[in-house]
């Protein structure tokens, strides 16, 4: 149960930024219809730029992984400080190769090699853990772990499913981090397992659809946490 209160405090600053974010909008909103503002900060708030660096902000406080949350962050301040400093160069031509370049960095810095088998169009995973990258397409794994311990997932204009319904969990919490974006995730899992939705949702989310739920006190020892952040995506998880 140790490692399962350790994550509590990074649940309670993703609201804690959320709020202040939120605090300080209504401060300027505020100092605006006085007149106290000096300049024209709805054309430096209100824009993609700033929400990249909000969503990067959340996910660094939230997520063991904060590769995504500094790229985030740096993409939203490189292009912000453009606009401020009024940089002799249209920035809007920069947009889609920064992107492209930001996916390629997630991609290597988040991606292992794994080797799996296949079963058609399904990957059969019998390894403790998974590593998937889908982008502008995507994957179905079936996990057959008997020791199941967790991973990695990133969604980006893409999408990928799990069945885990030959898979056990290993003793303890175990943890998914997924990130999506424009994308979206699947986990079907045992009746048996006890799971819990950790998901920063922002413009999307993340739904809990299984029908049954067990309250046997054999899975209490054993838990799958999914946590991470969706944005313009969503994801479920479900039992049959």
Aim: aromatic share 12%.
């Amino acid at each position: 149960m140790e490692r399962v209160n350790e994550r509590i405090p990074r649940a309670n600053n993703g609201r804690i930024v959320i709020g202040m974010v939120l605090i300080t909008l209504a401060g300027l909103i505020f100092a605006d219809n006085f007149d106290i503002m000096p300049w024209n900060w709805e054309h430096y708030i209100f824009t993609w730029q700033t929400l990249l660096i909000v969503i990067g902000l959340i996910s660094l406080v939230k997520n063991e992984s904060r590769t995504t949350g500094i790229i985030l962050i740096a993409v939203g301040g490189f292009f912000l400080a453009a606009r401020f400093l009024d940089l002799p160069f249209e920035t809007r031509h920069l947009f889609w190769p920064t992107i492209l370049a930001v996916i390629g960095i997630l991609m290597i810095v988040r991606h292992k090699h794994h080797h799996h088998t296949f079963s058609g169009n399904t990957e059969i995973n019998t390894e403790d853990s998974i590593d998937d990258v889908a982008i502008f397409g995507g994957s179905e794994q079936k996990v057959k772990s008997k020791n199941f311990k967790g991973g990695r997932i990133t969604n980006i204009f893409g999408g990928s499913s799990f069945d885990m319904l030959d898979a056990q969990l290993a003793p303890g919490s175990n943890y998914i981090d997924a990130f999506c974006m424009f994308g979206g995730s699947k986990f079907i899992v045992p009746a048996d397992w006890k799971v819990r939705v950790d998901v920063t949702s922002i413009f999307g989310g993340f739904a809990d659809k299984r029908k049954s739920i067990s309250t046997s006190e054999t899975s209490f020892d054993r838990e799958l946490v999914i946590k991470g952040m969706v944005i313009f995506g969503g994801g479920e998880v479900k039992n049959l």
